[in-house]
């Protein structure tokens, strides 16, 4: 199940960057009833094509920018559940951006920025690891990829890795210092409470398959659910839908939504349940985004 670490985290990472951008053209019917309320959701992938993220959070057809900002703090503490196992994945990224340096991409559409060579920042005291931030960009039958610089991270699987230990409802240090010497910035950002998602199955009246959707009630206003298949015989996740509810507990997905995800093409569903915690905030001329989450994904066989 390890294997499917890296491709989870990037699937939840894509999911994040392109669903800020508008729906796409594919139809959603919320036939449930109305008195439960209209679902407020996002198309993450006009078609299956679009969404292969292999290896890269870019690496995807409906390229958007990331944020406009000079520095992005990625930090999530994920567990992926399937069948009886489940594994927990740390993993934070720090991208300092050049505003002056545009990345363009092939046909002059502009896609962020490069980023730069920095000292490298710490969090919780451990000092972030330099490694080059690739992207990998247009349909994942003509990939193409560039290097835009360099970002800064530190990952754990399980045991495996980096010291890298994030605890729920807990807070996360960051440091970071322009040059060797010079004066230090930092802040605290708290890790949301853990959130337990569940998934079961079952009819309606007229026999199509109904998806409920639980979870563990907390503080927070909203959570995201990402609903999303994995290819046959490939570790590859495309993500379909973005929904955002009520931190409530529950919700019932439309039986429409299974049949939009083609069956001859993915044989198991992924629903990833995200809480997310995000900022801005300005020290020392720079303006720093963070996004700060836990999420459980958990992968079932296609009903």
Request: net charge positive; with cysteine.
């Amino acid at each position: 199940m390890q294997k499917y670490f890296q491709h989870i985290i990037l699937f939840l990472f894509t999911a994040f960057f392109f669903g800020c951008g508008k729906p796409g053209p594919t139809e959603l019917v919320d036939d449930r009833p109305s008195e439960e309320g209209p679902l407020q959701y996002e198309v993450l992938a006009k078609n299956p094509e679009d969404a292969l993220y292999k290896s890269g959070y870019d690496s995807t057809g409906l390229v958007l920018p990331p944020p406009l900002t000079d520095v992005f703090l990625f930090i999530s503490k994920n567990v992926v559940s399937e069948q009886s196992l489940s594994l927990s994945y740390d993993i934070a990224e720090v991208f300092f951006f050049d505003r002056r340096d545009p990345f363009i991409l092939p046909g002059g559409k502009g896609y962020g920025y490069h980023t730069k060579k920095v000292v490298p920042p710490r969090i919780n005291s451990i000092y972030t690891k330099e490694v080059a931030n690739m992207v990998h960009f247009g349909p994942h039958t003509s990939m193409q990829d560039s290097v835009l610089g360099s970002k800064y991270v530190l990952n754990r699987r399980g045991l495996f890795g980096d010291s890298l230990f994030l605890n729920y409802n807990s807070p996360v240090m960051f440091e970071y210092r322009e040059k060797m010497m010079g004066p230090k910035i930092e802040f605290s950002i708290g890790v949301p409470e853990q959130i337990i998602g569940n998934v079961s199955v079952s009819q309606n009246g007229k026999g199509e398959k109904i998806l409920l959707l639980s979870w563990n009630k907390a503080t927070k206003d909203s959570v995201e659910i990402i609903v999303g298949g994995k290819l046959k015989n490939e570790k590859a996740a495309t993500a379909f839908f973005k929904f955002h509810v009520k931190d409530n507990g529950q919700v019932k997905i439309p039986p429409g939504l299974i049949s939009v995800i083609p069956r001859d093409r993915f044989d198991r569903l992924v629903f990833t349940f995200v809480r997310t915690s995000v900022s801005r905030r300005i020290a020392s001329s720079l303006e720093f985004f963070t996004v700060i989450q836990n999420t459980h994904s958990i992968i079932i066989d296609y009903p």
